[in-house]
């Protein structure tokens, strides 16, 4: 094509000499513990179901019947003629799940930031966000118009020293857990500072919830906290879920709020109601099933001390992430691959996800694991990065 405006080779070949070119790998069959991919069998180390129940029969079922009733298709924005009871219902079981008066769907938990974020600070307001957010997190700040900067990962002293030097309405924004380095963020103290300066405070809690806590109730009962501590809440239905969509639960004047002003609410369809029916499954599932949250725990306290046995570089992490620290991206690709040839799906994490030489592996465990494959990933792990 003569037209040079889409000439990309540069760009894509800059990606492959810095090893940050990213590839994707086609699996066929239901997502669980051993993978059919391209052919081969690989047991998964790298999915983010971490309480395996994106494949759970139940799940599965409301699925179904879901579709059965409602058809496929939302139809339209929630707005519009798309909120079903399906929606409405799950709505409500969130907000009560939470302990909060509302809750709102959104159909990704990057839109969910997004628009939150995006309604909720703008020209002349500041937005003080971990340096080591999410994308989304980060992207809603940007896009908000206010004043974005980023204090020190998990640094409540360098936060107290930015929040120190702002004016006017501002609005602190954290993961609940980090999705790359599996620490949980520093929230009494967020919520303190928060109150303290009479900030906005909004937590993502992607990775914590449903699997932090006795209850799954997230990284707020891990710390004992109520809604009060943390007023915006957002959770993601595509992790512990197992579905897919996301959330936002708050005092219902929050969430009025939000349904006027976040756009990407206001002007998306909305989820297809099966979704919002697999989901109430998995909530129930979530709830009575606490032996799913104990085997995860167990399994990560067996990973960690086999790795501590085997020098391994871990971070500081209890969750269910467990990255292991490389460095450099080549290295990290090349361990990957290794992995993959004995059997093992682990990613290889690289920048822009993770800061400039921190290419890390980044293991995570389901319920559904065993403890003797745990020990088979161990055993591999030692072999490639011996
Ligand atoms: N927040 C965090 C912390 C995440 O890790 C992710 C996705 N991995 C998201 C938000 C985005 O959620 P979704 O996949 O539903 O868009």
């Keep these: 094509m003569s037209n040079r405006f889409y000439d990309f080779s540069a760009s894509l070949q800059q990606l492959e000499q810095q090893n940050l070119y990213r590839r994707r790998r086609v699996v066929d069959g239901p997502q669980a513990v051993e993978l059919q991919v391209e052919g081969r069998r690989l047991l998964n180390f790298c999915s983010n179901d971490y309480l395996g129940l994106a494949n759970h029969p139940d799940v599965v079922e409301a699925f179904k019947t879901g579709a059965d009733r409602y058809g496929c298709g939302s139809g339209a924005a929630h707005l519009i003629c798309g909120h079903s009871s399906a929606h409405h219902a799950l709505e409500e079981e969130l907000a009560a799940f939470t302990g ?24 002349g307001d500041c937005v003080l966000e971990d340096r080591l957010n999410h994308a989304s997190l980060l992207d809603g700040g940007l896009m908000s118009g206010a004043r974005f900067q980023r204090y020190r990962h998990a640094d409540t002293d360098d936060l107290r020293v930015k929040l120190d030097r702002t004016q006017g309405r501002v609005l602190i924004v954290s993961d609940g857990v980090f999705s790359m380095d599996g620490d949980v963020a520093p929230l009494p103290d967020l919520a303190r500072l928060a109150d303290k300066y009479q900030a906005g405070l909004l937590v993502d809690d992607a990775h914590g919830f449903g699997v932090l806590g006795r209850n799954g109730g997230g990284v707020v009962e891990h710390f004992g906290l109520s809604a009060e501590h943390v007023p915006i809440l957002v959770g993601t239905l595509g992790k512990a879920f197992g579905t897919f969509g996301a959330f936002v639960a708050g005092s219902a004047e929050l969430i009025e709020y939000l349904m006027q002003k976040a756009r990407t609410y206001v002007y998306t369809t909305a989820l297809p109601a099966a979704v919002a029916e697999a989901t109430r499954t998995g909530l129930r599932l979530l709830q009575a099933e606490s032996w799913r ?15 501590e046995q085997q020098g391994l570089r871990l971070m500081a992490s209890a969750t269910a992430i467990q990255p292991l620290l490389v460095g450099d991206s080549g290295r990290a690709l090349v361990a990957s691959r290794e992995l993959a040839d004995l059997g093992f799906w682990v990613g290889a994490i690289r920048p822009p996800t993770v800061p400039a030489g921190s290419a890390r592996l980044r293991i995570t465990f389901t319920a559904h694991h065993s403890l003797q494959q745990v020990d088979a990933l161990l055993a591999a792990l030692g072999e490639v990065l011996r």
């Design 100 to 123: 909060r008066e509302r809750a709102l769907l959104f159909s990704t938990g990057y839109m969910a930031n997004l628009g939150a974020i995006s309604a909720l600070v703008g020209r």
């Design 293 to 307: 949250r104990e085997q995860l725990q167990a399994l990560v306290g067996h990973f960690r001390r086999g790795a």
